[in-house]
């Protein structure tokens, strides 16, 4: 009888952690000093526009080297991915569409993998999926600390011109979503 007890009490204690995991990334992802959080009905969080520095560089699979600051210009798609991740999986065929049909428009999506393997899972990955947008590997999650810190993925930055973020949406981002947060961007 004791050990049942005993078991319970790890269960519970299991549970307790999970449940204080997970209300720190909730509250971690909405706590910063210089953004108002708002959510959208389509799940995106809004906020009013913020900066970030994006001279960073990440390389791609072929060790080029790139900052998304050097977009300047442009809007920015700046999505955290990563292969093992379904929802990942399940949005890349509309950020390629979304890809295709924007990039001559002044669009400029960045896929960022966020696997520790590199190259070496990113690559293959790539050309199974037929992504042709950038893609980035941040396998020190230095883009991620940059960003403010990524609490799940999938997680997408929109970014204007003039290298303000406007959106930040977190999970699944349908191409409908896409156009809805970029399109009133390229008409500024």
Partial sequence: METKSRVNIVYVLAALLILAGLISAIVGEMRSPEVAVIFDADGSISSNPYSVDLEF??????????????????????????????????????????????????????????????????????????????????????????????????????????GMVQKKHVGYMSYENLESAVLPLLAN
Wanted: glycine residues 6%; proline residues 5%; charged residues 25%.
């Fill in 57 to 162: 560089a990440l390389t791609d699979a072929d060790e080029n080297e790139f900052t998304i600051a050097q977009f300047e210009g442009q809007v920015r798609v700046v999505n955290f991915w990563a292969t093992w991740c379904p929802p990942c999986r399940d949005e890349i065929p509309d950020f390629q569409a979304f890809h295709e049909k924007y990039e001559e428009k002044g669009v400029k999506v960045i896929g960022i993998a966020l696997d520790e393997q590199g190259a070496e899972i990113v690559q293959p990955f790539v050309e199974e999926m037929n992504m042709t947008y950038l893609s980035l590997i941040d396998t020190t999650q230095k883009a991620a600390r940059e960003f403010g810190g990524i609490y799940g993925i999938p997680t997408t930055f929109i970014i204007d011109r003039d």
